[in-house]
Nanobody, 120 residues
Framework: QVQVAESGGGLVQAGGSLRLSCAASGSIFSINAMGWYRQDPGKERELVARFTSTDKTIYADSVKGRFTISRDNAKSSVYLEMSNLKPEDTAVYYC??????????????WGQGTLVAVSS
């Protein structure tokens, strides 16, 4: 069984910073892609930032210049450094990793989500 778990959410004032962490665990042959999404109640889940399977880095336009995604392959972990936070960044943030538990098999694994709340 493969799973990912996020940590690091919380309440912060506008202009503040937070760092989210996500670690995968279980039977992992390889991690093909990893990233962060967010969802506000009543809205669709949206991409925040992602490392693709071809090692490209993608950011949503709304977070460019403020958020930075990074990873530690040895720890099967991905991070999201968020700065200059705005009230509109308030959402539940989800980690997603595309993981191969063995060669040729691919799983999209989602975390349980962590709440980021930004007050004005």
């Amino acid at each position: 069984q493969v799973q990912v778990a996020e940590s690091g959410g919380g309440l912060v004032q506008a202009g503040g910073s937070l760092r989210l962490s996500c670690a995968a665990s279980g039977s992992i042959f390889s991690i093909n892609a990893m990233g962060w999404y967010r969802q506000d109640p009543g809205k669709e889940r949206e991409l925040v930032a992602r490392f693709t399977s071809t090692d490209k880095t993608i950011y949503a336009d709304s977070v460019k210049g403020r958020f930075t995604i990074s990873r530690d392959n040895a720890k099967s972990s991905v991070y999201l450094e968020m700065s200059n936070l705005k009230p509109e960044d308030t959402a539940v943030y989800y980690c997603n990793q595309n993981i191969s538990p063995r060669r040729g098999r691919y799983l999209e694994v989602w975390g349980q989500g962590t709440l980021v709340a930004v007050s004005s």
